[in-house]
T-cell receptor, first 109, second 116 residues
Framework: QKEVEQNSGPLSVPEGAIASLNCTYSDRGSQSFFWYRQYSGKSPELIMFIYSNGDKEDGRFTAQLNKASQYVSLLIRDSQPSDSATYLCAVNDDYKLSFGAGTTVTVRA | DTGVSQDPRHKITKRGQNVTFRCDPISEHNRLYWYRQTLGQGPEFLTYFQNEAQLEKSRLLSDRFSAERPKGSFSTLEIQRTEQGDSAMYLC??????????????FGPGTRLTVT
């Protein structure tokens, strides 16, 4: 499987702040990039996907992709306690996904 | 669209027993994937189907694991002669062919297996 690295956590941010999550991947040929949110004891939930260089915004989430640097990030604006979870970065490897180990985010009130 | 469903949600078994898990994908999705996740790690790919054809199986997957998708709808994952190292969350996902790669994959709730 392709290597996907995420910045080690845990990441603690105050309520209302921006949480910034980073991910690098090994295969320059990767085409599809995904962010999943996983609450403790639950399965991963797809929250963002991005296929082209640049930014993609959806509500309080922004995904950023830089294929030249093999880097994808997720910004969570106006962080809420409900955003406390583990965020998984995934990259396509043909039709399957290769995942990073995840970054745990805690939003403190 | 009722989402991906998996059954059972939890399974406790004794070492050496066989277990079988079922996954029902989102109805219009023709691709179905099985992953395994252990604590502190991201999901690890096991195998995937396009319709009823099993197109790829992880090289890391023991011969004790087998999966089927007989009519291109639901899938089963069987583990024979379970070992304690098989304890994990088994996740099923499905997707519709996207513009790039395999498309967006949506996960079911998972089956948590504990081997005692």
């Amino acid at each position: 499987q392709k290597e996907v690295e995420q910045n080690s956590g845990p990441l603690s941010v105050p309520e209302g702040a921006i949480a910034s999550l980073n991910c690098t991947y090994s295969d320059r040929g990767s085409q599809s990039f995904f962010w999943y949110r996983q609450y403790s004891g639950k399965s991963p939930e797809l929250i963002m996907f991005i296929y082209s260089n640049g930014d993609k915004e959806d509500g309080r989430f922004t995904a950023q992709l830089n294929k030249a640097s093999q880097y994808v990030s997720l910004l969570i604006r106006d962080s809420q306690p409900s955003d406390s979870a583990t965020y998984l970065c995934a990259v396509n490897d043909d039709y399957k996904l290769s995942f990073g180990a995840g970054t745990t985010v805690t939003v403190r009130a | 669209d009722t989402g991906v469903s998996q059954d059972p949600r939890h399974k406790i078994t004794k070492r050496g027993q066989n277990v079988t898990f079922r996954c029902d994908p989102i109805s219009e999705h023709n691709r179905l994937y099985w992953y395994r996740q252990t604590l502190g790690q991201g999901p690890e790919f096991l195998t995937y189907f396009q319709n009823e054809a099993q197109l790829e199986k992880s090289r890391l997957l023991s011969d004790r694991f087998s999966a089927e998708r007989p009519k291109g709808s639901f899938s089963t994952l069987e583990i024979q002669r379970t070992e304690q190292g098989d304890s994990a969350m088994y996740l099923c996902a499905s997707s519709y062919p996207g513009t790039s790669g395999g498309g967006e994959q949506y996960f079911g709730p998972g089956t948590r297996l504990t081997v005692t």
